[in-house]
Nanobody, 117 residues
Framework: QVQVVESGGGLVQPGESLRVSCTAS????????MAWYRQAPGKEREWVGT?????????PTSVKGEGRFAISRNNARKTVYLQMNSLKTEDTAVYYC?????????WGQGTRVTVSA
């Protein structure tokens, strides 16, 4: 059974940094494509970025242009990270991890990030 569990969310102030994590089990993590999404209150879920099994990451233009977010992975720990810097109030959202492997897609339950003074 594939499980994906996010952690590391919390309350931070604008301008601060936060790293959220996502740990997978029940599958060969090293060949999985991992992605982060977020859903702000009252908005649709949006893609934040993807990291391939070889470590290459890609981001939507809105994220890449600002350069505040970075995705990395540790295959030995079966974990993917989302490093968020210079956080803004508009980054407040539930952050979800997605694992894709063998034509299937799995979601975690999300971790809430609140950016507020």
């Amino acid at each position: 059974q594939v499980q994906v569990v996010e952690s590391g969310g919390g309350l931070v102030q604008p301008g601060e940094s936060l790293r959220v994590s996502c740990t997978a089990s029940g599958t060969d993590f090293s060949i999985s494509t991992m992605a982060w999404y977020r859903q702000a209150p009252g908005k649709e879920r949006e893609w934040v970025g993807t990291i391939l099994n070889d470590g290459r990451a890609n981001y939507p233009t809105s994220v890449k242009g600002e350069g505040r977010f970075a995705i990395s992975r540790n295959n030995a720990r079966k974990t993917v990270y989302l490093q968020m810097n210079s956080l803004k109030t508009e980054d407040t959202a539930v952050y979800y991890c997605n694992l894709k492997t063998g034509g299937s897609s799995y979601w975690g339950q999300g971790t809430r990030v609140t950016v507020s003074a």
